[in-house]
Antibody, heavy 117, light 107 residues
């Protein structure tokens, strides 16, 4: 069974940092591109970042480029999202996703990040 | 960046109705588009990929069409479990972009 479990969310102040983790199991993690998608409270879906292919090409939404970093540790079957210089607009549930656009899609349960003073 | 304009933002319908949602891309995206369903408190789930291909296990009352800049998502004979919010996502070029969403509510 494919499982994606996010962790690391919480309440932080503007300007602070947070690192999200996504623990993957039930599949060959190093064979798949992975993605982060977020959803602000009561709002729509917002693609955040992807890490693609064996060379780990990384892509970011304009709103987070330069502040967020995506990475993976294939030895730990874990995807990360390092979020720096957080803003109130970054407040959202963050989902880890496998197969966002191809194959069968699997989503984690999400982890809530709240940025507030 | 490619903008996705989804309409309507909400609609009211009854069980058995046919429902149509549209996404328009600000530039051509071939058929690099998916449609996603999200129910309250749940993660989304893709229903349609490559604009018109039905994801495995998804009921055939769901369908998609279009290519280039105009895309349509249709639910034939709306069922009680279909009341949800639907999103399109273009993945033709980065940054990928979702439509604003369409909430399908009970009439």
């Amino acid at each position: 069974e494919v499982l994606l479990v996010e962790s690391g969310g919480g309440l932080v102040k503007p300007g602070e940092s947070l690192r999200l983790s996504c623990a993957a199991s039930g599949f060959s993690f190093n064979s798949y591109s992975m993605h982060w998608v977020r959803q602000a409270p009561g709002k729509g879906l917002d693609w955040v970042s992807s890490i693609i292919g064996s060379r780990n090409y990384m892509y970011f939404a304009d709103s987070v480029r330069g502040r967020f970093t995506i990475s993976r540790d294939n030895s730990k079957n874990t995807l990360y999202l390092q979020m720096d210089s957080l803003k109130a607009d970054d407040t959202a549930v963050y989902y880890c996703v496998r197969g966002l656009v191809a194959g069968e899609d699997y989503w984690g349960q999400g982890t809530l990040v709240t940025v507030s003073s | 960046d490619i903008q996705m304009t989804q309409s309507p933002s909400s609609l009211s319908a009854s069980v058995g109705d046919r429902v149509t949602i549209t996404c328009r891309a600000s530039q051509g995206i071939r058929n690099d588009l998916g449609w996603y369903q999200q129910k309250p408190g749940k993660a989304p789930k893709r229903l349609i990929y490559a604009a018109s291909s039905l994801q495995s296990g998804v009921p055939s009352r769901f369908s998609g069409s279009g290519s280039g800049t105009e895309f349509t998502f249709t639910i034939n004979s709306l069922q009680p479990e279909d009341f949800a919010t639907y999103y399109c996502l273009q993945h033709n070029s980065y940054p990928w972009t979702f439509g604003q969403g369409t909430k399908v509510e009970v009439k």
